[in-house]
């Protein structure tokens, strides 16, 4: 038996590396590449996935994951663990015919350029014939699997493994009205200042803060540098290469700095990895949903609370003492905090960005049961938008087309958003309980019993536990969300004085 | 016979995408990996490696090479010439068992190591059991093909295909003595001052100017950059992605002007490839030579001569007035041709550059031939060295250890820089009979006459020629030192007063 997981892991690690070796490309097209360099990038990204899926989807991988898989049945070893994670992920493989992917290589290349122009002009009808192609794809992906409650669980399960479409649905149901009561209090109460966030701040400095703070947290610069890129993501080539990427726009210098957490949260997770599960499967984050979980937990949970900015404000008003003049760390608190029901998903406050997720999943739901018409989705976009957050996006440029997901083909997605934010909330519950002087520590700009906690309760586990099984582990509870609603509200109520 | 050909550019294309892959992930492992990242960045260079050898070295491309090699006997279209290159790559890299290498890999990459630890402390016995591994290995290497008129020819064609050592010696036969005359009369002659080039200059005014001036010559940064890292490189990806890589050295800030000259030269080849050959064996250079040829007629033929100076060394005082107080365009063009025989061959001046690399010849081919035992080298290094520059290293850092090919297995390369300052100036004669008014041109700041004609006569070809070939046809001579004795005769002449 030694002899095929040995195989197996040989045949894994060779697949392993071909995805590194494409995500380094993906890093290098969107950090360094010359813009007309695109053409043969993308030719060689195609030519690694092609081979990859075909090294993974093997007769001999099939043999030896159904072998072992007997063998292991009822082991809970790592090993047991990497040939279940495989399995899932070869059971999925080998029902996409290689000829739907190079298609779909070819409709998401001009899908995703179609949208640039569009998204450019504010014109959906650009956008619109190519939209269609992806949601026709997306509907003949569905048709390869067996046909489950409901036909959108089978791209949720991409990004959250074991993840219902029902499941989330009541998740949502209920969170719903406790965020709409409470942005329905925020908005009759007194409303906060933030002006001075939208002063002139250096680049340089303000980048150089973030280092910093993303340093203090735990981010390991020797593994791993932070670059300028379009958009701010993170990405690994093995545990003891992660890197970020950051933008920095003037008229809201801090996005970089939160930003860099954000990113910093994913990246710590994936610097935590077990490894000794290097080149596996069970290598990295074992769902969108907790990876979100930790990139917002360090981004809003620490980043965005008081404790924080007790310790940190001081040292932001010396490098920019006019900027901040007669600010006081409350009143950057209170203002980084503010409330604004807006277009931009993005740029959503904590009491606002779920409902943007909510209205993503109900269109996307409604598009997989073939109830929405493609051509009416800006309508639809922004009866929701009136609907959910009381504004309505002046064109489509800051309605529908704002996000890049859908030129991608990436559907099934977002909800792992909101998912991340209730997690965190509930990691963040548990955690104050093991960490009772955590607040304090935090206002000591002291984070490493709190890395140590993630390390250990979830980054060390790679892919070996389910998300849900995981949470459950962790906190005694499936992914919920009380935990989230006390914390917005307490927060707010603070902040509101609700 | 059409669909077999478009059999084999399927897969050669695929093969060139993870060589190019692989390009990138060493690119970025002399850019921008952090250190920690190397482990993990060796397998994925090893699995590419290893899947594109598996690719390119099937029973399919065999037969299909050997179908279409019928075929086009006669033909002379780019589609023949396709099928000449790939067959020879072919029959060298099927006679290479993969087994050894991955031995080789497992070797190279400690004798590397070793390398770096014994430079760093000048102690020459960290290096030579590696260096007598490696060594083992090239003697192997050689037993893998048949036995041809010299055991270095074998190892030689790898770089430089169809040139044999005998052709090679003969060349440097004709060259040595002429050069050690020059360096008589240059050494007996008054000395130029060249102490304003060592004073404290402004690195990012140096960088600056470097890239105003690559790009002046043609070098096209749409399709390329320039990054910093420990050694100034050109490495491409594509026709569209050509990038160069460059350093800075206080003591010796105009190195970095004239590596970039260097390197931009060697990367307007490859940006001149015909993009028609993409993704076949024929883009790119045809041999080292001819793409040394291009890198040293931009650094030498064009950057160290009096007209380049005449037309930027205005520009240059301004942006240094205080360092080049006193000093005049000539005199900085002495000064920057400055002869003094010294330990390093990439810092030697033109008149010493090439007997570094007899040196260098004369040592490998001694190895070869087991006339020389490893642990001698330093001292028959030094004896050389004595003999050839007049001039005896102070410890093996500076002697022996200085270079890092052979640390890498490359054994048979070292010629190919000294071929290509003779290709250079062979090329350069026939360019002033075809452009008469060239310096004046230079003198202008322009250059786009000079790179069509190389465009037209050398980059358009790729791989098309071989390069004795290509020489021929262009200057009616195969290479040959004649051109460069009389180039450097008449540069020092002018130079030295003799």
Redo the contacts between chains.
């Keep these: 038996m030694s002899e095929k997981i040995n195989q197996l892991k040989e045949i894994l690690?060779?697949v392993s590396?071909?995805d590194?070796?494409?995500r380094?490309?993906d890093w290098?097209q969107q950090v360094?590449?010359?813009?007309?360099?695109s053409?043969?990038?993308g030719?060689?990204l195609?030519?690694?996935g092609?081979?990859s899926h075909e090294k993974f989807t093997s007769e001999q991988v099939g043999k030896l994951l159904e072998d072992l898989g007997k063998e292991f049945a009822s082991s809970k070893s790592n090993d047991a663990a990497l040939v279940r994670v495989a399995s899932r992920k070869y059971d999925k493989a080998v029902r996409v015919p290689s000829q739907y992917i190079s298609r779909q290589a070819v409709v998401i290349a001009k899908a995703f350029e179609a949208w640039v122009e569009a998204k450019g002009k504010s014109d959906f009808s650009i956008f619109r014939p190519h939209l269609e192609e992806v949601v026709q794809l997306v509907h003949e992906y569905v048709s390869f699997f067996p046909s489950a409650d409901h036909p959108y669980d089978t791209l949720l399960d991409d990004y959250e493994p074991g993840m219902k479409t029902a499941e989330v649905k009541e998740i949502f149901n209920a969170l719903r009205p406790k965020q709409v009561e409470l942005l329905k209090a925020i908005k009759s109460a007194k409303q906060v200042k933030d002006d001075f966030l939208h002063k002139k701040y250096n680049e340089n400095k303000v980048w150089g803060l973030g280092e910093k703070v993303i340093t203090k947290f735990g981010y390991d610069?020797?593994?791993?540098?932070q670059?300028k890129a379009p958009h701010p993501f993170e990405t690994s080539?093995?545990?003891?290469?992660v890197r970020i990427t950051n933008r920095f726009e003037e008229g809201n210098p801090f996005a970089n700095l939160f930003s860099a957490m954000h990113e910093s949260g994913h990246a710590m997770y994936e610097q935590g990895s077990n490894p000794a599960y290097?080149?596996t499967p069970l290598a990295g984050g074992t769902s969108l949903a907790v990876h979100e979980s930790q990139s917002r937990m360090w981004e809003n949970l620490v980043g965005r609370s008081l404790p924080f900015w007790e310790y940190f404000f001081p040292e932001l008003k010396k490098a920019f003492p006019s900027q901040l003049d007669g600010v006081s760390a409350k009143s950057f608190y209170k203002a980084i905090n503010k409330v604004t029901p807006s277009f931009i998903r993005v740029n959503a406050d904590e009491a606002t960005y779920n409902m943007h997720v909510m209205l993503r999943l109900e269109i996307e739901i409604g598009i997989v049961e073939n109830k929405f018409a493609i051509k009416d989705l800006p309508e639809i976009w922004n009866a929701k938008m009136q609907d959910y957050l009381g504004v309505v996006p002046p064109n489509d440029a800051q309605g529908v087309l704002q996000d890049v997901h859908w030129s991608n083909g990436l559907m099934g997605y977002y909800s792992t958003y909101a998912l991340g934010n209730l997690v965190s909330a509930q990691l963040w519950e548990k955690i104050n309980a093991d960490i009772t002087d955590l607040e304090d520590q935090i206002r000591k700009g002291k984070f490493d019993s709190l890395l140590g906690w993630l390390r250990e309760k979830i980054h060390i586990h790679g892919h070996k536990y389910d998300p849900q099984v995981l949470v459950k582990k962790i906190t005694g509870s499936k992914i919920d969300s009380a935990a989230y609603v006390r914390y917005l509200t307490k927060k707010y109520s603070d902040i509101y004085g609700l």
């Design positions: 690690a060779e590396d071909l590194h070796a494409a380094l490309l290098d360094n590449m010359p813009a007309r360099g053409e043969a990038r030719h060689q195609g030519t690694l092609k081979i610069f020797s593994r791993g540098r670059d080539f093995s545990v003891n290469d290097e080149r």
